[in-house]
């Protein structure tokens, strides 16, 4: 494989190493990627050489900060202006799920050195390894809200188990984290200093057990600075609607909470109550259920207006100014909401044999 590719794949010693190849796009996920992975991943669950499967970022800035969203901006306008069949964005949103539910199920250790910007779909290439490494480099977020969608990748499955109050938090406002309160809500298992990610490869690579070679170059990654936040996080994030979450940080009425109250105004109206919706389902969902839920909201949103302004304002005119529509909580309805879980049109996600 040519090492201009976006992804790159490597049998190095008891090791199967992945390389995300797009440092210049922060390496971001692209259909294109997704379509080597599965297949190559599958391989190697399946071949007694392959020990662990190792998956890193190339470059310094990012492991992976997203899926490639301006393509499915583009597909979902070109299908809306009569020259697409939008057939693009299910076969992205699919691929996508069926590849974290794949690192879901591995059976060989998975491990994920995070280093660097891990964001939407990053988080679904490493949130469903068995071994989540971060570095001083690390900065996680599921920021999908501010560009009018809502935390997939498994981000049902996995926000709803994380403590408290802490996945709703995280969905809802796209708050960043770094290493060390990734650790502190149990969302990273171990840290280790970038500087010595080579060392931990190559350890691995000769055949020593994942937990081993971890623990031979882990550090501490210090204090989390939102650890005093913990209680409130829980106190005014456990209602069961965005209204309710409103009026509860604004009676908390700390400097803490008017941030808060400041991103919740920024993003989209309906990814809010979607994704309060959706965080609340898959509490009691499977793996697998979460992922057709997620395929059934992808869908919607791609057929609604909000992601298309997210990201015009994000990405494309860089404006950072979108004109929600609704522009207000009081406006999406609860049949606005449900709309979001209906089955689509082309059916449920199937799952590979």
Same mark, same amino acid.
């Given at each position: 494989?040519?090492?201009?590719?976006?992804?790159? !794949?490597?049998?190095? +010693?008891?090791?199967?190493?992945?390389?995300?190849?797009?440092?210049?796009?922060?390496?971001?996920?692209?259909?294109?990627?997704?379509?080597?992975?599965?297949?190559?991943?599958?391989?190697?669950?399946? =071949?007694?050489?392959?020990?662990?499967?190792?998956?890193?970022?190339?470059?310094?800035?990012?492991?992976?900060?997203?899926?490639?969203?301006?393509?499915?901006?583009?597909?979902?306008?070109?299908?809306?202006?009569?020259?697409?069949?939008?057939?693009?964005?299910?076969?992205?949103?699919?691929?996508?799920?069926?590849?974290?539910?794949?690192?879901?199920?591995?059976?060989?250790?998975?491990?994920?050195?995070?280093?660097?910007?891990?964001?939407?779909?990053?988080?679904?290439?490493?949130?469903?390894?068995?071994?989540?490494?971060?570095?001083?480099?690390?900065?996680?977020?599921?920021?999908?809200?501010?560009?009018?969608?809502?935390?997939?990748?498994?981000?049902?499955?996995?926000?709803?188990?994380?403590?408290?109050?802490? +996945?709703?938090?995280?969905?809802?406002?796209?708050?960043?984290?770094?290493?060390?309160?990734?650790?502190?809500?149990?969302?990273?298992?171990? !840290?280790?200093?970038?500087?010595?990610?080579?060392?931990?490869?190559?350890?691995?690579?000769?055949?020593?057990?994942?937990?081993?070679?971890?623990?031979?170059?882990?550090?501490?990654?210090?204090?989390?600075?939102?650890?005093?936040?913990?209680?409130?996080?829980?106190?005014? !994030?456990?209602?069961?609607?965005?209204?309710?979450?409103?009026?509860?940080?604004?009676?908390?009425?700390?400097?803490?909470?008017?941030?808060?109250?400041?991103?919740?105004?920024?993003?989209?109206?309906?990814?809010?109550?979607?994704?309060?919706?959706?965080?609340?389902?898959?509490?009691?969902?499977? !793996?697998?259920?979460?992922?057709?839920?997620?395929?059934?909201?992808?869908?919607?949103?791609? =057929?609604?207006?909000?992601?298309?302004?997210?990201?015009?304002?994000?990405?494309? =005119?860089?404006?950072?100014?979108?004109?929600?529509?609704?522009? =207000?909580?009081?406006?999406?309805?609860?049949?606005?909401?449900?709309?979001?879980?209906?089955?689509?049109?082309?059916?449920?996600?199937?799952?590979?044999?």
């Amino acid at each position: 494989m040519s090492d201009n590719a976006e992804i790159l !794949f490597e049998r190095r +010693g008891a090791i199967a190493l992945v390389t995300l190849n797009r440092p210049k796009a922060l390496n971001a996920l692209t259909l294109g990627m997704i379509r080597l992975f599965d297949p190559q991943l599958r391989a190697w669950d399946a =071949d007694p050489e392959v020990k662990a499967v190792v998956i890193q970022g190339a470059g310094e800035k990012a492991f992976c900060a997203g899926g490639d969203v301006v393509s499915l901006y583009e597909a979902g306008k070109a299908a809306r202006a009569g020259s697409g069949d939008g057939s693009a964005i299910r076969a992205f949103f699919s691929g996508e799920y069926i590849l974290n539910r794949l690192i879901k199920r591995l059976s060989k250790p998975y491990v994920a050195l995070i280093d660097g910007i891990s964001m939407g779909g990053g988080v679904g290439l490493s949130e469903h390894g068995t071994h989540r490494v971060v570095t001083e480099r690390t900065l996680f977020a599921m920021p999908e809200t501010g560009i009018g969608l809502y935390p997939d990748v498994g981000g049902t499955y996995f926000l709803p188990r994380l403590p408290g109050q802490t +996945g709703t938090w995280l969905g809802l406002t796209g708050e960043r984290l770094k290493a060390a309160d990734m650790l502190a809500v149990g969302a990273a298992d171990a !840290f280790v200093p970038s500087a010595k990610l080579d060392d931990l490869i190559a350890d691995l690579a000769a055949g020593t057990p994942p937990d081993e070679a971890i623990a031979k170059v882990k550090d501490s990654a210090g204090d989390a600075p939102n650890a005093v936040h913990r209680a409130a996080v829980d106190r005014c !994030f456990a209602f069961n609607t965005v209204e309710e979450i409103v009026a509860s940080l604004t009676a908390e009425g700390t400097e803490w909470a008017a941030g808060q109250l400041t991103t919740l105004k920024r993003v989209s109206p309906t990814s809010l109550k979607v994704t309060l919706e959706a965080i609340r389902r898959g509490a009691s969902l499977d !793996f697998d259920g979460c992922m057709v839920q997620e395929l059934r909201l992808s869908i919607a949103f791609l =057929d609604g207006v909000d992601f298309y302004e997210g990201i015009r304002a994000a990405l494309v =005119d860089k404006d950072r100014n979108p004109k929600w529509s609704p522009a =207000d909580l009081a406006e999406v309805g609860p049949a606005d909401v449900a709309r979001h879980f209906a089955e689509p049109t082309g059916g449920d996600l199937v799952f590979p044999a």
